[in-house]
């Protein structure tokens, strides 16, 4: 390490107290956080992991990588239909850290945090083995006993997906092969609008309100629509049947898609859309529709649940896609 | 990766579920885990971040690694008087892996869930992009406003430790340097007991009842007796006394010490010792000690508090020892 970095009780004082605004947090000066409870209230606890060069790239700017890091874990919460309130955060450093990269890290969270209403509460930081690894375990709160899981949706039920889907894996894949995009005819807001969409999620927050108010059950799609669209028929034992043609689809996709119909594959077996797909019973249809149109959350209807086995089917024109090639992204 | 070995969903069935014993963990079937809340307590959140050769020998057996990842979190909470609950588990898996060790790994868990009566709540498998890490969120709870901090402990008090010290940290450098156990004349039941204490951390779970009834503040030790009774002096604005003569010591530690008088002072700023350190009102210590003897927990009176500036002092035959030059373990 350079002599003029601080070490850990230093890096933690400079750059990490700032940001523990939560009085039970204690100014991450002991051993743990200390909160109260809430009484009428269920918690929610989730943990995602994220390594350098596996889920983001290592030059991927640092404010970007310390949203990316908490937004995924507050997309879980927001499927949950729970509130997020404060984070714990495993940091392992790699050797080559430097104090202007661990800045703007920290000014990623901070300025997450106002956005998110969440606060550090403690965590963690080491010397990483090997590369930059950032694991953020979220907690939320959600009215008792109304925590919205996959395994609640019933034949019947309506499925709805909020924002566009296959953003982000085009934007994985235009960034991993720049030369895609002339192939693509793409301009360059539309790959710049992509990209954007791999290195910062938006997790959907404001969605959890009316998740919790009015669906069966929910996930967010980090494993790609097909993946979690899957977990959630097993989870429920429900067929889904979806028709391809009304999935929601930004501008820069449908430009791509023009091009290379093929593109469409890729978008709906890719990962890190964080967009929540929720079943919905069909006569509450209209009230989610309403409270997210007045939370500011696009939501489209892309198919039902019927009696079934599990399975998630897709329909283009009235006939059935074999996907049984396509896998979700594989996280691992 | 190995075409026989399972996928992460598979992995997270097989080896992971079944130590999801609390419904709350929902088998780990989804996004989150959702836990009802504890009335009339409040919650205590700690995580800690180990890597492959920082933390722990890449080599040891996983059983271990397990243990000590989820025992340092547990430690901690007993510091703050809690009773833990439950954790979520982030795994960073080197490419490596095989399902022996995963195996192995999981029944580590399992031993001790049994032990200290806890559960896994959730958490993220991914694969690591260098060494194993392993990252672990623990959940404890208190009676609400019990949890004692580092920051309470006042004039007068006196000072506790449980246990012994500097049998994990001379255990590390036996490891370390094989040929120090003929210098210091070691028997071997010695060596294998001093590297035990380093391998397998033995959290003071049972004492936490006792620390959060009678102590003003207490702190766990992780980074030596000499760092982290400077942590509670510091932040309690009190100076310590401790004479060296009255430090409880392990009769392996003792038998090195009385070949190398020097082995002491590796023995106070050494890390790893997992004991708990209070500071207990003098006329609440008869009781504490009392309820540790109860407990099945030892426990030596080291010092006493005195108004001051936050120092940490050591005597050793009156004389004040310099240990300026000193630092704690480096966890990072």
């Known amino acids: 390490m350079a002599a003029e970095r601080p070490g850990e009780f230093e890096l933690i004082a400079r750059y990490l107290a700032p940001l523990a605004t939560d009085?039970?947090?204690?100014?991450?000066?002991?051993?743990?956080?200390?909160?109260?409870?809430?009484?009428?209230?269920?918690?929610v606890l989730t943990k995602d992991m994220l390594a350098a060069d596996v889920h983001f790239f290592a030059e991927?700017?640092?404010?970007?990588?310390?949203?990316?890091?908490?937004?995924?874990?507050?997309?879980?919460?927001?499927?949950?239909?729970?509130?997020?309130?404060?984070?714990?955060?495993?940091?392992?450093?790699?050797?080559?850290?430097?104090?202007?990269?661990?800045?703007?890290?920290?000014?990623?969270?901070?300025?997450d945090q106002e956005t998110y209403a969440c606060a550090l509460y403690g965590g963690d930081?080491?010397?990483?083995?090997?590369?930059?690894?950032?694991?953020?375990?979220?907690?939320?709160i959600v009215p008792e006993g109304r925590a919205v899981r996959r395994s609640g949706a019933m034949p019947g039920d309506q499925l709805f997906l909020t924002g566009t889907v296959g953003d982000a894996s085009l934007g994985l894949k235009?960034?991993?092969?720049?030369?895609?995009?002339?192939?693509?005819?793409?301009?360059?807001?539309?790959?710049?609008?992509?990209?954007?969409?791999?290195?910062?999620?938006r997790p959907r927050v404001k969605a959890a309100e009316a998740v919790r108010t009015y669906a069966n059950a929910a996930i967010d799609l980090s494993d790609g629509l097909v993946a979690d669209l899957s977990h959630l028929c097993e989870a429920s034992g429900v067929d889904a049947m979806v028709n391809i043609e009304t999935l929601p689809i930004s501008k820069a996709v449908w430009n791509a898609l023009v091009k290379d119909p093929s593109v469409l594959s890729g978008c709906i077996t890719g990962?890190?859309?964080?967009?929540?797909?929720?079943?919905?019973?069909?006569?509450?249809?209209?009230?989610?529709?309403?409270?997210?149109k007045k939370a500011g959350v696009p939501v489209t209807r892309i198919g039902a649940l019927a009696e079934g086995e599990g399975k998630a089917r897709f329909l283009s024109k009235g006939e059935e896609l074999d996907l049984s090639a396509a896998g979700g992204f594989a996280h691992f």
């Not at 009085?23 to 918690?43: E, I, N, R, Y």
């Not at 235009?174 to 002339?182: G, I, K, S, V």
Request: proline share 8%; glycine share 8%.
């Open 271 to 292: 990962g890190d859309d964080y967009e929540i797909l929720a079943a919905v019973p069909a006569e509450q249809a209209p009230s989610y529709q309403a409270a997210l």
């Open 60 to 111: 991927d700017p640092a404010a970007a990588i310390a949203a990316k890091a908490l937004r995924v874990n507050l997309s879980d919460l927001a499927a949950k239909g729970a509130t997020p309130k404060g984070y714990l955060l495993g940091l392992g450093l790699p050797a080559d850290w430097t104090e202007g990269w661990m800045n703007e890290f920290a000014l990623g969270l901070k300025a």
């Open 23 to 43: 009085p039970g947090s204690l100014a991450l000066t002991d051993d743990a956080a200390v909160l109260p409870s809430w009484p009428g209230h269920d918690l």
């Open 125 to 140: 930081t080491i010397r990483s083995p090997g590369k930059l690894l950032v694991s953020i375990t979220a907690i939320g």
């Open 174 to 201: 235009l960034r991993q092969n720049p030369a895609m995009a002339a192939e693509l005819g793409l301009a360059d807001a539309d790959v710049s609008h992509l990209q954007n969409r791999y290195l910062l999620p």
